[in-house]
């Protein structure tokens, strides 16, 4: 059973910068790099929305909100991806999300919620004003 892992959320005064972590556990190295991976965030009172993608051969997708503050990357090695989000916002607060897509296509980085077979439990993140 394939486990994701978020580490990295907190505190932190707008303008800070923040460096999420998601951790895969259960899947090999091999099979990690054939997912293609993302980050989710939900607000209070908001439903889940999509953040960034990074395909299996690192394409990248980022919600226009977030383009130019954050950077999606991955480690295969290590099956980590990362989140690393610069200039934040009092809005960029809530749970984020990693997921997973195991039947990715090379290329594509889905940014639909059904497209993800496999999620983490989340990491708050609070930007304060």
């Known amino acids: 059973q394939v486990q994701l892992v978020e580490s990295g959320g907190g505190l932190v005064q707008a303008g800070g910068s923040l460096r999420l972590s998601c951790a895969a556990s259960g899947a090999s190295i091999g099979a990690f790099t054939r997912y293609a991976m993302a980050w989710f965030r939900q607000a209070p009172g908001k439903d889940r929305e999509f953040v960034a993608a990074?395909?299996?051969?690192?394409?990248?997708l980022y919600e226009d909100s977030v383009k130019g503050r954050f950077t999606i990357s991955r480690d295969n090695n290590k099956k980590m991806v990362y989140l690393q989000m610069n200039s934040l916002k009092f809005e960029d607060t809530a749970i984020y999300y990693c997921a997973a897509d195991r039947n990715a296509i090379l290329h594509t980085t889905p940014r639909g919620s059904q497209s993800y077979d496999y999620w983490g439990q989340g990491t708050q993140v609070t930007v304060s004003s």
């Open positions: 990074i395909s299996r051969n690192s394409n990248t």
